[in-house]
């Protein structure tokens, strides 16, 4: 079901006083909020460094209460206020980028939509682990360690399906598919993280991972996927997947008008990593090949995010090895596109 939101209360055109004291209590809000995030960014790096000393644990509150999320109260679920608040103060903040953007790159797109800053106070509020500029995870000793399974897979579609528009959705398969063609381990190591492993010798040319049944949620709207995430945080039992969605989203230009869709992966491919040091690249062992799907191909979309991504083994694979791919060039590339979205640019 498909739920709409609706940010302007219809009695304000009937009242134009109240609109006026909204404002006011608008403008109020929004200056306390950026203060707030003044003071927030100065104070980050030194009140980091004293909550680490002080506790190791005290970082992640979230992964923390995420163990307890069985029995918890739900004393941790933002409240209806929280969601407002953010989203009140995160359209201000982003309206102003986003004009920018839209100005330079001559975007006049209607998927545009105010999530940036709102992804930005959600990742606080949640409390979500750090990642660096360099993209590397906090060292916190519970940051990004769980390992996804058959049932964050089952809760991040449950999340998918209940929130974007049905005729906007891609995500299909109804039950976890494993799109892995060869067995494959996950495993957590700093400072990656999380990372799939080889569990036995893969021969070079090898097709190892296909996403033909479409198990990629493709977003077409910032819209839609804020409120995939806000779907997530209102479930205790799911909150901690809101972090883990943000670190695994990625934006891409799908067709020829270079519309820009947010693309999210449920199931393990979604925790290969890369190199980042040129010396390294001879890590990288798969690579992605895009396969002759002909459009009558019931699996076949061509605004499917990775539709038509299949990753061969470009080498001889060891059992034991990590799976490794280059994300690529053209982080800047990338940049704007989240920006287009109206998206902070998570890393670097
Ligand atoms: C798509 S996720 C990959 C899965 C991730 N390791 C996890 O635990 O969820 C991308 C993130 O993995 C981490 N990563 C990937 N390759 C890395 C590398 N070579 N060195 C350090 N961190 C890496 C970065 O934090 C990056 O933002």
């Known amino acids: 079901m498909h739920k709409k939101s609706c940010p302007i209360n219809p009695s304000a055109r009937r009242s134009p006083w109240i609109v006026v004291l909204a404002m006011a209590f608008f403008h109020l809000y929004f200056n306390s909020f950026l ?42 679920a933002p409240s209806q206020n929280d969601l407002t608040n953010i989203n009140a103060a995160s359209t201000s903040l982003v309206e102003e980028k986003q004009s ?25 509020m949640l409390g979500c682990p750090d990642v660096d500029n360099n993209g590397i995870i906090s060292d916190d000793p519970n940051a990004y360690n769980y390992i996804p399974n058959n049932e964050t897979w089952n809760a991040l579609y449950r999340a998918y ?30 400072p990656e993280g999380r990372g799939v492993y080889a569990k036995e010798f893969i021969p070079k040319g090898t097709l190892v991972w296909s996403s033909t049944s479409r198990n990629t949620a493709t977003f077409l709207t910032s819209h839609d996927h804020r409120e995939f995430i806000e779907y997530l945080i209102k479930d205790p039992k799911t909150r901690h997947l809101a972090c883990d969605v943000q670190m695994w989203i990625d934006v891409m230009s ?95």
Not at 101 to 123: C, E, L
Not at 164 to 187: C, G, H, M, R
Not at 298 to 304: H, I, K, M, V
Request: aromatic share 10%; net charge negative.
């Open 254 to 348: 799908l067709d020829e008008e270079g519309t820009n869709y947010i693309c999210e992966t449920f199931d393990e491919a979604v925790l290969l990593n890369t190199v980042w040091d040129d010396n390294d690249s001879h890590l990288i062992n798969i690579e992605p090949q895009l396969m002759n799907v002909s459009d009558d191909d019931p699996d076949y979309d061509e605004n499917d995010c990775y539709g038509n991504d299949h990753y061969f083994t470009v080498r001889d694979i060891q059992a034991g090895e990590q799976f490794r791919i280059d994300y690529g060039m053209g982080w800047d590339d990338d940049k704007e596109r989240w920006e287009a979205l109206g998206l902070n640019f998570p890393r670097g």
């Open 100 to 124: 920018k953007v839209r100005a330079q790159y001559g975007i006049n797109s209607t998927h545009m939509a105010m999530d940036g800053a709102w992804v930005v106070g959600v990742s606080k």
């Open 161 to 190: 399906h209940a929130t974007v528009d049905p005729n906007n959705e891609f995500l299909t398969a109804t039950e976890y598919q494993n799109s892995w063609k060869v067995p494959i381990e996950v495993k957590f190591q700093r």
């Open 35 to 76: 203060l707030r995030e003044a003071a927030d960014s100065e104070n980050h790096d030194s009140a980091e460094a004293t909550i680490n000393a002080a506790d190791p644990n005290t970082k992640t509150p979230l992964l923390r209460n995420m163990k307890k999320t069985t029995t918890s109260t739900n004393s941790n």
